[in-house]
């Protein structure tokens, strides 16, 4: 019953009482649902996105692009494998196009995701390259929109 995963993908606080009465169906068939979910892996974890923006915690999100030397029977995954179990990372994706996976770090400061990606990542033997994006500011993840109703003391100009 995908429509459960959906409502649990948007808002994974709604108790099974809650999807049931938007769905038409019982509290225990919707818990008998979550439950095959959560035994086949379908449902991987439950997340709580924070504006960390609105905290007084500094925190820098890296995405890196590398480019990978595929390895021979595992191809990429082994690599991808090395490189996401590091705890500094918290996404990895094997790309399309002109390299090979996109690995998102996160650090408390420019010089710790630079040491990360110089003396972790970049020296991994099936690492060819490595180029890092800083995120300046997040708008939007995952569906959600991140807004800082703040005044940023610009004057607005219209042309």
Request: glycine residues 6%; aromatic residues 8%; negative net charge.
């Amino acid at each position: 019953m995908l429509e459960v995963l959906e409502i649990l993908e948007n808002d994974s606080r709604l108790t099974a009482s809650e999807i049931a009465v938007r769905l038409g169906k019982t509290e225990d068939e919707i818990v008998k649902i979550i439950n095959k979910y959560e035994q086949d892996g379908t449902i991987v974890g439950y997340n709580t996105m924070i504006n960390w923006e609105r905290t007084e915690r500094e925190t820098v999100t890296a995405l890196i692009e590398v480019k990978v030397s595929p390895q021979r029977l595992d191809g990429f995954d082994r690599a991808a494998e090395r490189i996401y179990k590091f705890p500094e990372v918290t996404s990895c994706y094997l790309m399309s196009g002109g390299f090979d996976l996109t690995v998102i770090i996160e650090g408390k400061s420019l010089k710790e995701v630079a040491m990360f990606v110089s003396s972790k990542l970049a020296v991994l033997e099936a690492v060819l390259s490595t180029s890092t994006h800083f995120v300046l500011k997040k708008y939007k993840d995952k569906g959600q929109v991140f807004s800082n109703n703040e005044e940023d003391g610009r004057e607005a100009i219209f042309v």
